[in-house]
Nanobody, 125 residues
Framework: QVQLVESGGGLVQAGGSLRLSCAAS????????MAWFRQAAGKERELVAS?????????YYADSVKGRFTISRDNAKNMVYLQMNSLKPEDMAVYYC?????????????????WGKGTQVTVSS
């Protein structure tokens, strides 16, 4: 069982930055692919970024965030981060941390094993 708790959301002006954090429980955290998803009002949940585990740490980014967002993990602290720069109004959504055991790049929301409750990111124009 893995429990995930997100933090770091808030209100930011367009062009600003936020860093989301996800604290994970569980002794096998390092073996999980971790991901950030987001869901805007009236839209489906979409994959934003993922990072592999098991010493790989390869990453995947949605085209809409490439060059602006960076996902990282600290296995010693059981933490995953999403650094978001140059935020746009279209980035506004609830952001969720999710986990799945194994090595993946692109992964669908339906395939994730564990979810956090989400943190709201609001971007004002």
């Amino acid at each position: 069982q893995v429990q995930l708790v997100e933090s770091g959301g808030g209100l930011v002006q367009a062009g600003g930055s936020l860093r989301l954090s996800c604290a994970a429980s569980g002794r096998t955290f390092s073996s999980y692919t971790m991901a950030w998803f987001r869901q805007a009002a009236g839209k489906e949940r979409e994959l934003v970024a993922s990072i592999r585990g098991s010493g790989d740490s390869s990453t995947y980014y949605a085209d809409s965030v490439k060059g602006r967002f960076t996902i990282s993990r600290d296995n010693a602290k059981n933490m995953v981060y999403l650094q978001m720069n140059s935020l746009k109004p279209e980035d506004m959504a609830v952001y969720y941390c999710a986990a799945r055991r194994g090595l993946y790049f692109y992964i669908s929301a339906s395939a994730m094993d564990y979810w956090g409750k989400g943190t709201q990111v609001t971007v004002s124009s």
